[in-house]
């Protein structure tokens, strides 16, 4: 499958836990979005990279919200003291740049319960 | 980016085609209607995208009218996996605001036997 991959695709953790998602794009593909989903919304937009820059932050991404892409391939997103509000569908999408438009594929995320 | 309005919920019957309209009279030049829809527990799965013209691909049809400030998606023939969240989207070309993608509330497109 060449497709947009996350792992885990569940996470259940404890209120303050940390935890960590990770996420692999399409290979070749130059750009990567992070997105969250509670129950009933849509997506939404969190932040995204160029390569290895972190082009765009949310302010949804508070202080307790790390991500990165070191090497310009896979990404991690971390939570850092998680809290119940933190549960939710965590989607990444990966795009290549470069083209009149860059559409974005979604991989299948990662739902987190914060107990 | 340009607000889109979408009714909540349409019905179809299989093997019918399914019209789901797209209001974005806000619209600028340089923004492009996409569309992705979303089945239950997975991530969403990119459909279609125009910006003038009317597009169609394998999946879908994409008429956007003359002043851009609608559009339709068409399946041209839904069948029971077509029941799924559809979201309009309008989305810039370029800028600071580039990278990201607005989703409303969408159309619950519910596909009957």
């Known amino acids: 499958d060449t497709g947009v991959s996350q792992d885990p695709r569940h996470k259940i953790t404890k209120r303050g836990q940390n935890v960590t998602f990770r996420c692999d794009p399409i290979?070749?593909?130059?750009?990567l979005y992070w997105y969250r989903q509670t129950l009933g919304q849509g997506p939404e937009f969190l932040t995204y990279?160029?390569?290895?820059?972190?082009?765009?932050k949310s302010r949804l991404l508070s202080d307790r919200f790390s991500a990165e892409r070191p090497k310009g391939s896979f990404s991690t997103l971390e939570i850092q003291r998680t809290e119940q509000g933190d549960s939710a569908m965590y989607l990444c999408?990966?795009?290549?740049?470069?083209?009149?438009?860059?559409?974005?594929?979604f991989g299948p995320g990662t739902r987190l319960t914060v107990l | 980016d340009a607000k889109t309005t979408q009714p909540p919920s349409m019905d179809c019957a299989e093997g019918r085609a399914a019209n789901l309209p797209c209001n974005h009279s806000?619209?600028?030049?340089?923004?492009?209607v996409y569309w992705y829809r979303q089945i239950h527990s997975q991530g969403p799965q990119y459909i279609i995208h125009g910006l003038k013209n009317n597009e169609t691909n394998e999946m879908a049809s994409l008429i956007i009218t003359e002043d851009r400030k609608s559009s339709t998606l068409i399946l041209p023939h839904a069948t029971l996996r077509d029941t799924a969240v559809y979201y309009c989207?309008?989305?810039?070309?370029?800028?600071?605001?580039?990278?990201?993608?607005?989703f409303g509330q969408g159309t619950i497109l519910t596909v009957h036997p």
């Open positions: 806000t619209i600028s030049g340089n923004e492009y």
């Open positions: 999408a990966s795009s290549l740049s470069g083209l009149s438009t860059d559409t974005q594929y």
């Open positions: 989207i309008v989305r810039v070309s370029r800028g600071t605001s580039y990278g990201k993608l607005t």
């Open positions: 290979s070749e593909h130059n750009r």
């Open positions: 990279f160029q390569n290895e820059a972190q082009l765009e």
